[in-house]
């Protein structure tokens, strides 16, 4: 499907969500921090996450914050309501958790883990899964960092993997800069 010819293109920083309909590309950076896609491939409707923490200690009641995982569920799940939508039906992809620094990370539990990065990608996939959503693509963990572009109406994330210095741990066997479909 081709670029729509008046297409918006939003770039979202951390901590930033969006959700939109056909005529939109979505951008971001990611190093630590994870970002999430949904689409819905009848509607072409679709959204992104960039959130920086697994959750925070204490939220007001009536404010959702995309910097945190927990709460950028929230936002993709109040979206979804509003548009007559069921979770199951989107196409979920996850991306970012890259290693910043030179320190080996080897964690299997999100709340023993110490390492950001590993707890974001670790809080995105039990959060997914409890609210009934599917990762059918993902691209996490690693060192260095990722760019992620989301068109919406053809449901295509592009992403390219950027790999630092330091020396490497692989998660995943994804090329770089690949377009990441089902």
Same mark, same amino acid.
């Given at each position: ?29 990611? *190093? ?13 409707? *679709? ?59 080897? /964690?299997?539990?999100?709340?023993? /883990?110490?390492?950001?990065? /590993? ?12 609210? *009934? ?10 060192? *260095? ?38």
């Amino acid at each position: 499907m081709q670029k729509p010819a008046h297409a918006i293109e939003i770039f979202l920083q951390p901590g930033e969500f969006y959700f939109g309909a056909q005529d939109t590309r979505i951008r971001t950076l990611l *190093g630590s921090c994870v970002a999430i896609t949904m689409w819905h491939p009848k509607r072409l409707i *679709g959204g992104m996450c960039h959130f920086m923490l697994p959750s925070r200690i204490v939220r007001p009641a009536d404010e959702l914050d995309g910097r945190y995982a927990d709460e950028a569920i929230e936002l993709f799940l109040r979206e979804i309501r509003m548009h007559g939508t069921r979770p199951d039906e989107y196409q979920v992809k996850l991306f970012g958790g890259g290693n910043m620094f030179n320190v080996p990370i080897h /964690c299997e539990k999100e709340f023993d /883990c110490k390492h950001v990065s /590993c707890r974001n990608v670790m809080a995105a996939r039990r959060l997914l899964q409890q609210h *009934g959503h599917k990762v059918v693509a993902e691209h996490v963990g690693m060192q *260095g960092h990722r760019n992620v572009m989301f068109d919406i109406w053809s449901g295509k994330v592009w992403m390219r993997h950027v790999e630092s210095a330091l020396p490497q741990t692989k998660v995943n066997d994804l090329e770089e800069n690949q377009c990441i479909n089902s």
